[in-house]
């Protein structure tokens, strides 16, 4: 009797052993499974950064083309470069609050003209930068023809249904390029 019992007590401690492995083997994937899970998260929150970074570059290089442009342009149209479009009148106070009670800052509008001329030329320095050429170069007699015909390009993408990163990697473009070009349109 006494050595049923030795070997029962004996193969119940074999039967520990093996479910105290099992258990210790899942533990360890899960362990294994959470280190690949943060390493996939530090991945994903340095290229966002990456990306938000550049995209933050290149709209602070955007503003100060139009800085630059609209100087040029008050230098020579001074008339034209000094209007503002939207300016809040004096009887327009209440409708400058927010919902959550601070005052709006008045935006000023860019003309149509400066921005696409802004526009025009930050693809003739982007284009230089990059260091490629493109089968529609701009010219300097004729900077609308080039324009016109990427513009056609794109809107006729966008017809077709393709998205804005898909229309940016066929015309080479970048995608906030696009976004601009589709947003002149409307």
Known sequence: MATVLIILLIILQ??????IFILNSKIAKFKDLEIRQNKIM???EDAISAYLLEMK???DRFINELKNLKSLQSKEFPNDATEQINQPGSDDKQND???N???KTSLKVV???VA???YIKQLKTSNEMAGKE???KIKENDPLQAETSLKEKVLSLHQEGKSIEEIAKITQKGKKEIELLLKFQK
């Open 14 to 19: 074999l039967i520990g052993f093996l479910l």
């Open 42 to 44: 530090k991945e994903m």
């Open 57 to 59: 570059e290149e709209n």
């Open 97 to 99: 609050l927010h919902e």
């Open 101 to 103: 009670g601070a005052e």
């Open 111 to 113: 003309p149509k003209s």
């Open 116 to 118: 696409k001329i802004a």
């Open 134 to 136: 493109k089968a529609h």
